[in-house]
C-alpha cells in the first residue's frame, strides 16, 4: 500500500465512507488539473468499481490512479511537438503501444468520437476518455469471447448490455 496515496485517498472521502463516490472523485482530480464532468468521472468510477457499488474503495482508486498515470505518460511519451494534442498518427502509436491494434478506420472513427471540438487531434483529457473506452470495451468485449477467438455473436439484448457498459 502506498502510503502517500492511502492518505490522498482518505482526504477525498469526505463522508469518511472508505468509498469514493462520483462527486468525491470529481473534486480529487480537478486538483490534478484533470477537469471532467460528472458523467465522464461517472463512468471511469463504474469503469473501475468491480463491486457494482458505483463508488471505489482504496484498491480500486489505487487501480484507477495507475490507469490515469498510465495514459498520461503515454500521452507525454507522443506528444513529440508538445503541442498539447496527439494527431491521429501519435494517437495510432500510442495505442498501438498500449495493445489496441485497431484498423485505420476504427481508429478514425474512435478519435472522432473523442474530438468533439473535431480538431482532428485529441487533448490530454479527450486521450484519457477515448483509453477509458478502449478499456472497458475489451473487457466488455472478453465477456462474450471466453476463447479469445477476437470474434463474438451477439443477440440484440446481448448488444445492448454490452453497449451499457461501455464507457463513452
Known sequence: ???????????????RSGRLDAKE??????????????ND?????????????????????????????????SFQTFD???????????VTNA??????NLDPPAMMA????????????LSLDEYIRACLFLQTAARTFGAFDPQRTGQIHLSFNQFVYAASHVCG
Not at 495505442?95 to 489496441?100: E, I, Y
Open 1 to 15: 500500500m502506498d502510503p502517500q496515496l492511502k492518505a490522498w485517498f482518505d482526504a477525498i472521502d469526505t463522508d
Open 25 to 38: 472523485l470529481q473534486r480529487a482530480l480537478a486538483l490534478g488539473n484533470l477537469n471532467f464532468g460528472l
Open 41 to 73: 468521472v461517472d463512468q471511469m468510477v463504474r469503469a473501475f468499481d468491480t463491486s457494482n457499488a458505483r463508488s471505489l474503495g482504496y484498491e480500486e482508486f489505487q487501480r484507477l490512479h495507475i490507469f490515469l498515470v498510465n495514459v498520461q505518460n
Open 80 to 90: 513529440r511537438d508538445r503541442s498539447g494534442k496527439l494527431t491521429p498518427d501519435e
Open 95 to 100: 495505442l498501438r503501444q498500449a495493445g489496441f
Open 110 to 121: 474512435m478519435i472522432g468520437k473523442f474530438d468533439p471540438d473535431n480538431s482532428g487531434s
